[in-house]
Every structure is written in C-alpha cells, then in structure tokens.
C-alpha cells in the first residue's frame, strides 16, 4: 500500500516532508501514541534524526509530547482534516446516525484518497459485535464496499489503470485478485446500483456500499457489520435506505 516511506524515494520527492509524514503514520499505526525508539524503528530512521522532525511537529502542533516523554498526535491535525472533506463529513454524520439507528449496524463515509479509500466519517454500530475502522484510515478500494461502490462509476480504462499501480493483493480467501473478474464485479455493482464487500477484507464482515452522485470526487456510504446479521433478507432494505440517504448527501453538500 502506498505510504509516506514509499513516497520518499519516488523521483522529485523531498525526503524530509516524506520521513515526516512517515512518523505521523506510524503514530496513528500505534495507536496515535508511542515513543521515540519505537517511531525510529518503525519508519527505519535514525533516532536522532527521528527526534529532529517530531520536535518540528511539535512546534507546529502536529504532535505533542506526554508527560512520560512519549508522543501522540496533536490537535493541529484535526483542521487539516476536516479541511479535507468538510462539507461532506459534516453534512453526512446525521444521514450516518439515521443509518445506524434503522440497522443498529456501522455505517460509512468515504472517499477516494488518490488511489486509496479514505474513511471520512463513521457511525459506530451499538452492537457489542460490530464492525469498527479508524475515521481517517486509508485502505486499498478492491477489497471494500465502499471503494467497489466509488470505482463502479468510473470508466474501466481508469479503474485498470488504478488497480495496476496498486496490485490487487488477498487479503481473505474471498479477495477478488484477477483484475477481469474484479472488473465483472464493478460491472455487476454498476448494473444491480450497489457494491458488496462479502468478507473479502475481513473474514465474517459484510459491507453494503452504494456511491454518492455529484459532490465533485468520488464518495461513497456503507453499512456494515457480521455476515450472520447483514443477510441476503435485509440487503433490499439496507440498499434502498442507503440510496435514500446518498442522494440527501449529494442535496446537502452542495
């Protein structure tokens, strides 16, 4: 998957903006805290070079420094990311809690990052058992509802040429890895006005996904949760709720 560690040794890149963004990531991977050796270590950097670029951070508010000398994401990257999407995500979290509250399962807000999905804004189910991924956490498309949903609607030529830079790695005996059987699916997506991930990013989970028309990027909302409770039975009821609650999207960002 693409990272800011990649990143840094494509042609014209800075590596010093790459290595930091490398920490930023490694953070959020840990959990949004951790310490010193163990960013280093995780991003390949040296200590003292590590400690260099989490100080700049931490000037700029991007991390701070907990009292144990470990560090943790700062506040400063909650206006960066509500900048990022901000009309969408907000206008979403109420359509998201109706979604919730109509299925009890987790609904979805995302995306497309680049050749990534990113989770813009999420209503986590009520269940105990439930389905849960991190608010600003980016994943491959090919093996996710919502990023099936969001790939549906673009031209096929564009889609093999996204899915050609990023692999189509297995993630479950279920991940769809040829990219002309993955293109059927897209097509079946396109034809029936829903994408399904069936366990194909994780084994038991269901995700029902259709896209969001005209917000000028691509965006897509879900519901998810166990296969066992999002049965074949509710998805009619499931996807007719979802396009009802896309097009009110697409009405409110606007």
Known sequence: MPSALTASKAPGSVQSVARAFALLEALAAAGGEAALASLASATG???PTAHRLLGTLHQLGYVR???D???ALGAGLIGLGRQAVPQVADAAM???AGLEEAFHETANLAVLDGDLVLYAGQVPSRQRMRMFTEVGRRV????TGVGKAMLSTMPEPQVR???LRTGLPRFTPQTLVDADAFIADLRRSRARGFAADDSEQEVGVRCIAVAVPGLGQPAAISVSGPAARITDAVVPE???ALHAAAVELAQAAR
Do not use: D, M
Request: no cysteine; charged share 20%.
């Open 45 to 47: 950097l040296a200590v």
């Open 65 to 67: 420094q907990l009292e």
């Open 69 to 71: 000398r470990r560090y």
């Open 94 to 96: 109420p359509l998201l």
């Open 140 to 143: 491959l498309p090919h093996s």
């Open 161 to 163: 040429a996204l899915i």
């Open 238 to 240: 499931v996807v007719k």
